[in-house]
């Protein structure tokens, strides 16, 4: 019996080292573009996923970056069109780092401070609250950032009821969202209380 058993191990183990590399591996995580994402840590897991590519991930080509473009999300997947376009516009090659660094500017934050800030702001406080904070943020950022981005950025610290309803009315600027925002809070909080009398 234990002499069986063994043999039956031996044939698991067999089985598992008999299989390429790649099926041993889990695959890599989808870049959906959210702010919630690691950037950073998509772009190791990539980087070891397909680490029997290294040649064509340092080459100075556009191979590798075609292979990746399974992981991407719809947002991400949108903006490499637009990455692609400007590519060729100017003749420049698509290679994994020229890849990263655009990611890079276009997925991360201006500065990591206003994510923490925000996301910290969220868990703990009223939308007037986190609209307030929000704006001292702004105040001390450097880095000059669109009314698009800031928006974006707004948009996702809010309630989904609230962001929903605010990407209904298309607003065009931060204080425009502000007002939005508010004015929805305070007309759900009035409604849960005129319910409870």
């Known amino acids: 019996m234990i002499q069986r058993q063994y043999t039956a191990s031996e044939v698991r183990i067999d089985a598992l080292s008999a299989r390429p590399t790649g099926a041993r591996k889990c695959q890599p995580p989808t870049d959906e573009g959210k702010l919630d994402e690691d950037l950073e840590l998509w772009f190791f897991a990539i980087t070891q996923f397909y680490a029997d590519y290294h040649p064509q991930m340092t080459d100075e080509s556009s191979q590798f970056v075609t292979m990746v ?32 660094d655009a990611m890079r500017r276009r997925f991360l934050p201006p500065t990591a401070n206003i994510v923490c800030a925000r996301d910290c702001v969220v868990l703990t406080s009223s939308l007037l609250d986190y609209a307030t904070y929000f704006q001292n ?61």
């Not at 003749?91 to 990263?100: E, G, I, L």
């Not at 605010?166 to 409604?191: C, M, N, W």
Request: proline content about 3%; some cysteine.
């Open 137 to 197: 943020l702004l105040i001390q950022c450097t880095v000059p950032i669109s009314q698009l981005e800031l928006r974006f950025y707004f948009q996702q610290g809010l309630k989904s009821a609230t962001a929903n309803h605010v990407r209904e009315h298309h607003p065009s600027t931060l204080d425009d969202i502000i007002q939005l925002a508010i004015r929805f809070d305070y007309a759900g909080k009035r409604a849960i209380m005129l319910d409870n009398d």
């Open 69 to 100: 473009l399974c992981h991407l999300g719809v947002t991400p997947m949108n903006w490499y069109r637009q990455f692609v376009a400007e590519c060729d516009a100017c003749s420049r090659v698509k290679s994994w780092d020229v890849f990263k």
